[in-house]
């Protein structure tokens, strides 16, 4: 009876001073960590001792990182600080419940030996108490966290699909809500995990890579399959979790899902949909604009308030001829809002941009297409306007332009405006939007019908948008 109690008693210290000997315990019968799950738990002991404030870890489907971040890290993290807040986001708020759920089962199945139990008035899925004074809280990507305090922010696959992750506006909606809503909650000292398969360069994992900031991001990335320098050690083409999938089941799931998938949520490289009509890795991007002889803004129009969904955008894309005769993107204006917002955004750019530049403008086919082309020039008084049909597939209106850019006459200026417009450039014309390429297929269309007039060669001040 005393070795019993006393082998209870190293039991009970062993798996509150480490996170490994809590998940071999806790685990179900016949399960342990792999080398990945082991490299996981590491970081996120980092976590919690302090040495790693930000932690993102990037890992495929099926890898049971969830597993280990957002059920049994939290049932420690509680062990080893009693009275701690947590908030844990998901994607959507039945996940984040789902995983509230099996977390409060593994706590009160474990009581004992992790030292506290589960408040029993406070037991609710997404939220709960425990008896030494710590708080938890679940809720889905973009709910409302007002009112809620952590010294913890765990985040767990908060992108759902592809579809969301093509989506530029769904990405900036869960940065915004990220930053302005989840990071405020965050208590002085506080320490924030990201755990997620990725989607998209820059889905919330890429720009907080990206961003960099104070206290730095500790990037723990492990593929599917080996590649040089694995983490782990292993020889390229190497498989993750050869118990669960070997090399020959993950070569199936890799002829299945296709390369792009493959690359992004297997690789953790993900990579832009590929149209393949811009061969935008042959557009050169400068730190000053060259000389221009002639100038152009093209605009697409899209007058709908941006009130729900993914609505379209107006766009006015700023090109300029060289005397040498290449081309090249100065500037682009992109906004959502209705009819008297854009034509506001039509002046306020063309007075930025000075008469020289002429205002290029879509004509849709028959009258109202003419009236609506009157009523707006007639908004422009002062500035050169030209109105220009639509006529043939968009397809087909932007490919002389992009044979420009696969022969290497086409530049960029430096500015914030470049990831949304190459981005889009790179996609077309699979990708979600194309107001972008209509606009710059109208400048080019312009310049290159001789609708604008050469003038002297001139520097055309660029404006930061």
């Keep these: 009876m005393r070795e019993a109690a006393q082998a209870e008693l190293l039991l009970r210290r062993a798996v509150r001073a480490s996170l490994a000997a809590w998940a071999r315990l806790a685990l179900p019968s016949g399960q342990v960590p792999a080398a990945h799950h082991l490299a996981l738990i590491a970081a996120l002991e980092g976590v919690a001792s302090g040495a790693t404030p930000r932690l993102l870890v990037h890992m495929p489907p099926g890898s049971a990182k969830s597993t280990y971040a957002s059920i049994l890290f939290p049932a420690w993290w509680f062990a080893q600080r009693p009275q701690s807040a947590v908030i844990a986001a998901c994607h959507t708020l039945g996940l984040a419940e789902h995983f509230g759920r099996q977390l409060r089962a593994l706590i009160a199945e474990h009581a004992t030996r992790l030292g506290y139990a589960l408040q029993p008035d406070d037991r609710a899925a997404r939220r709960f108490a425990t008896s030494t004074g710590g708080r938890y809280f679940a809720t889905g990507v973009r709910g409302p966290v007002v009112g809620r305090r952590a010294d913890l922010i765990l985040i767990d696959d908060p992108i759902r699909s592809q579809a969301e992750a093509d989506s530029r506006a769904r990405r900036d909606e869960l940065w915004d809500w990220y930053r302005s809503d989840l990071l405020t909650r965050l208590k002085p000292g506080g320490r924030v995990v990201l755990v997620m398969t990725r989607w998209h360069p820059d889905d919330l994992g890429g720009r907080l890579a990206d961003a960099g900031g104070d206290p730095p991001w500790q990037v723990l990335r492990l593929p599917a399959v080996a590649e040089e320098g694995d983490p782990l050690g292993r020889v390229p083409g190497a498989p993750l979790w050869p118990e669960w999938e070997d090399g020959v089941a993950l070569a199936a799931k890799r002829a299945a899902v296709g390369e792009r998938a493959w690359a992004a949520l297997y690789q953790q490289r993900p990579r832009l949909r590929r149209g393949g009509m811009f061969a935008t890795a042959r557009i050169a991007v400068l730190d000053v604009a060259p000389p221009v002889v002639q100038v152009v803004r093209g605009w697409d129009l899209a007058a709908t308030a941006a009130t729900s969904g993914d609505p379209d955008w107006t766009a006015g894309v700023k090109l300029g001829r060289t005397a040498d005769g290449t081309w090249v993107v100065l500037d682009v204006a992109r906004m959502r809002g209705g009819p008297g917002e854009v034509e506001r955004a039509l002046a306020s750019h063309a007075a930025a941009d000075g008469v020289p530049v002429l205002v290029g403008l ?15 020039t007639r908004q422009l008084a002062g500035f050169r306007v030209k109105g220009s049909p639509e006529t043939g597939s968009k397809e087909t209106r932007a490919m002389p332009v ?31 939007k194309d107001d972008q390429v209509d606009a710059l297929a109208r400048a080019f269309m312009l310049l290159t019908e001789g609708a604008v007039a050469p003038a002297r060669r001139v520097a055309v001040p660029v404006l930061a948008r």
């Design 402 to 432: 992009a044979s420009q850019v696969e022969a290497g006459n086409v530049s960029v200026v430096r500015g914030a405006w470049n990831q949304a417009f190459l981005e889009e450039l790179e996609a077309f014309p699979l990708g979600a």
């Design 362 to 376: 879509p004509q849709d086919p028959g009258q109202a297409g003419r009236a609506q082309l009157s009523y707006l």
